[in-house]
């Protein structure tokens, strides 16, 4: 009589069955982990907004209540200070009196890598006519910057569920969302 032995190991319908919960356990931990990264972004976005209004507005109080406005981005650090007294000798030379780049020339920000960042921030001229950067309609309800998230091949941009996302600081100091963003959480937390 011929006897078979069993050789150790697991069979197909075991690894299958491995493979599935696998499976179950990923499909529901990479939205969540990836949503968490998101709402972390999305607070360092808050936090930074809140920042650039501080200094937007401290800059209208020490320039005759004249707001800058425009977006930051890397190129600011090749501008001097408006209102520097002296000569210039950074690329750009000295930057437009109204010009988002005097608040990183002349030191009302600290300096950041804001193109690697994954939202656009603006300062916004909270007197002015126009319509802000980020379409919130700034003069109805003054806004002093905003930040609206990057969308395309950028850094921190691979997925577009997040892409309309964005924050603004209105006329009372406080961070609004708009576009589906988690609210704000509440400075100095």
Do not use: H
């Not at 356990?25 to 930074?48: G, N, R």
């Amino acid at each position: 009589m011929v006897t078979q032995r069993r050789t150790a190991g697991f069979s197909l319908a075991e690894l299958l069955i491995v493979l599935f919960i696998v499976g179950i356990l990923t499909a529901i931990a990479v939205p969540q982990y990836t949503k968490t990264v998101e709402s972390t972004k999305a607070d360092e976005a808050a936090s930074t907004v809140s920042m650039i209004s501080t200094a937007n507005r401290l800059w209208a109080v020490q320039n005759g209540n004249n707001y800058t406005s425009g977006q930051l981005t890397d190129t600011c650090y090749d501008y001097c200070c408006a209102n520097d007294t002296g000569a210039c000798s950074l690329p750009q030379g000295k930057a437009a009196a109204s010009s988002a780049c005097n608040l990183l020339a002349c030191k009302y920000l600290a300096a950041q890598a804001f193109n690697s960042k994954p939202y656009n921030y603006y300062a916004v001229n909270a007197a002015s006519s126009a319509t802000d950067p980020c379409g919130l309609s700034a003069p109805a309800n003054f806004y002093s910057s905003c930040a609206k998230r990057k969308t395309g091949a950028a850094p921190g941009t691979s997925n577009t569920n997040y892409t309309g996302w964005g924050y603004a600081v209105d006329k009372d100091g406080g961070v609004v969302t708009y576009g589906g963003a988690p609210k704000a959480p509440p400075l100095g937390s």
